[in-house]
């Protein structure tokens, strides 16, 4: 049956924030097509921007995601501060980070254990896992706890945190106000160290890619909340406002948002994987003792592995918060005054899932003539349809049902924000 | 009174969607101070730290299952399960029908615990409230209101 058809899909994907789908198509031991399907219509951010005051990028941007909303802030903070000549050191960068660690706990917690573990456990979602083995998912739900409590004591509120303003802070916590989270912390961490070693005892299928790595480069620590440099393991090292000149976004018919490609180069992998095969040296020691203890490698090319190397990471924000929360002293003014000045610039963060670039362009009098946002999910979405292809061409001796869970698992190991990655494509309109 | 919650929920950006959250600000300036009333656009699985010790809790989310516009579906959690087809419109993260049935799997449902559903038609982004959507808000904010008086009777 050289020449029989098969046809693998999933037109809804479970634990993947928004909606979307799946589409492979077989001939024989040919791959004639992969499809990754958005279904969730454009966003109208982006237009929606234009025209507001400077100020009003974070708050409305965070609003895109509920999973991220501290990534969106601070890509849109950086941005703003770019253009105005402002840069943002000392106590209230150090604030900013442990915001941003608080939202790492709470997304990465999330996705090992509840939206990912089922995978590896044969289970069709964390409510399965509830019934049989309550303490892991209630250890997931504790962990998360701990990372929005953190995000509500810095950020104001744990979901669109109001606290984050252009130039630092409304109003900055007393070393009180976060000495408080040290035994949750505590906890977190230890259980981090736990969930590494849990993670590495998981079955992983025998697959591995040669994948371009991009991340910001952060000058000398772990990126998360900025980095002024885009690099990659195979020697793209760009300032970060040459970003658009080398991520080439295309819009692609069967995906209702666009993709990001290397210009020349194709696609390329942002996330957990590639800020750790990039930034391993930069890690603390916990997180790379971690690692080492249940033998990950310091480069991990298998895409099914990223839920080991996002406890590691987990461990890292952990180990991070603990850090900044030991040195911090309430600074006198909680933020730094940001004057509006004509430019454009790009701003961008560490999302969970991958690098978050905005770019703006504002007036003299503040206000935003241009808007880009380019979600991580957009550009890993080229990487997750080569990795499907690859998957496919070296499993396609497995039963429909069973490739179909290992595909679906495939696009799970992105962690992708499918509502986020969708914007609103310009449409020209020509008159006779 | 803080064990009585009551939570709208939805996005903001997506029509229709946005109507658990209009119900709860409502609900906020009629309610008494007393009973905790919150809107919120969260990942879902958090509002079991929210309903965590209270005695009962009111969820209002919009739903698409085919029925009228502005319907209001009321399902008491503790008697039955929330019918899947209401929730599949959802367009949360790990959805309001998860987090109920995970708190169900855990023993964290609070022991009252109701869903008012209200049926959306149009879910595109950016666009406001459909007219059938705006139009039930007051009753289901009349009789979420009538509710949590009578519960507050009982005291």
């Known amino acids: 049956m050289a020449d029989e058809t098969r046809t693998i899909k999933t037109d809804y994907l479970a634990r993947v924030e928004g909606e979307g789908g799946m589409l492979i198509r077989l001939k024989g031991d040919e791959i004639e097509e992969v499809k990754l399907n958005i279904f969730e219509p454009p966003r109208f951010f982006e237009a929606f921007l234009r025209g507001r005051y400077f100020t009003e990028a974070p708050d409305i941007t965070a609003r895109i995601c509920g999973i991220c909303p501290v990534a969106y802030q601070m890509a849109a903070c950086n941005s703003m501060e770019a253009i105005c000549g402002v840069k943002i050191e000392g106590q209230i960068k150090q604030l900013r980070r442990l915001l941003y660690c608080g939202e790492w706990i709470e997304s990465h917690a999330l996705h090992i254990y509840m939206l990912h573990a089922p995978d590896f456990l044969g289970y069709p979602s964390a409510i399965e896992i509830a019934a049989d083995a309550p303490e892991v998912v209630e250890t997931a739900l504790r962990l998360k706890k701990i990372g929005n409590h953190v995000m509500t004591v810095v950020g104001g509120r744990e979901i669109h945190p109001i606290n984050v303003k252009v130039g630092g802070f409304y109003k900055a916590p007393s070393k009180a106000e976060l000495e408080a989270m040290v035994p949750d912390l505590e906890w977190a961490l230890a259980t981090s160290l736990e969930t590494v070693k849990w993670a590495s005892t998981l079955d992983f299928p025998d697959f591995e890619m040669d994948y371009e790595f991009a991340a910001l480069d952060a000058g000398g620590v772990y990126p998360i909340e900025g980095g002024e440099r885009f690099v990659s393991n195979k020697g793209l090292d760009i300032p970060l406002n040459e970003f658009y000149e080398h991520v080439i976004e295309e819009h692609v018919e069967h995906a209702n948002a666009l993709q990001g490609h290397l210009k020349e180069r194709g696609s390329y992998l942002t996330g957990p994987l590639a800020r750790y095969a990039l930034w391993y040296d930069l890690l603390s020691d916990e997180a790379r003792g971690a690692a080492e203890g249940v033998g990950l490698p310091k480069v991990v090319k298998n895409p099914f592995k990223s839920i080991i190397v996002r406890a590691v990471e987990l461990v890292e924000v952990c180990v991070e918060a603990l850090r900044l929360i030991r040195e911090y002293e309430q600074p006198a003014e909680p933020a730094l005054e940001v004057v509006p000045k004509a430019g454009a610039a790009c701003g961008a963060s560490e999302a969970p899932r991958g690098t978050l670039c905005h770019r703006y362009e504002i007036d003299a009098n503040g206000i935003i003539l241009d808007a880009k946002i380019t979600p991580p999910t957009a550009q890993n979405q080229p990487q997750i349809e080569a990795d499907l292809r690859g998957f496919v061409g070296q499993f396609m001796d497995l039963p429909n049902e069973e490739l179909t869970l290992r595909c679906e698992q495939a696009i799970r190991n992105y962690d992708p924000c499918i509502s986020c990655a969708t914007h609103f494509l310009t449409l020209e309109i020509e008159r006779g | ?155």
Request: proline share 5%; aromatic share 4%; net charge negative.
């Open chain 2, 1 to 155: 009174m803080n064990d009585i919650l009551v939570v709208g929920t939805g996005n903001s950006w997506r029509g229709d969607d946005s109507v658990g959250l209009e119900v709860a600000s409502a609900l906020h300036e009629r309610l008494p101070e007393a009973v905790r009333v919150l809107a919120t656009e969260a990942e879902q699985s958090s509002l079991l730290d929210e309903w965590e010790g209270c005695d009962t809790v009111l969820i209002v989310d919009a739903v698409h299952s085919g029925a009228p516009a502005g319907q209001i579906h009321r399902v008491d959690l503790n008697a039955e399960q929330v019918p899947h087809a209401v929730l599949q419109g959802s367009t949360h993260h790990f959805s309001l029908g998860d987090t109920i049935e995970l708190a169900r799997a855990l023993g964290r449902l609070p022991a009252k615990a109701l869903f008012f559903g209200i049926e959306g038609e149009s879910f595109g982004p950016g666009e406001p409230l459909s007219p059938a959507v705006a139009a039930a808000v007051p009753a289901i904010v009349e009789e979420i209101a009538e509710e949590v008086g009578a519960l507050l009777k009982e005291d």
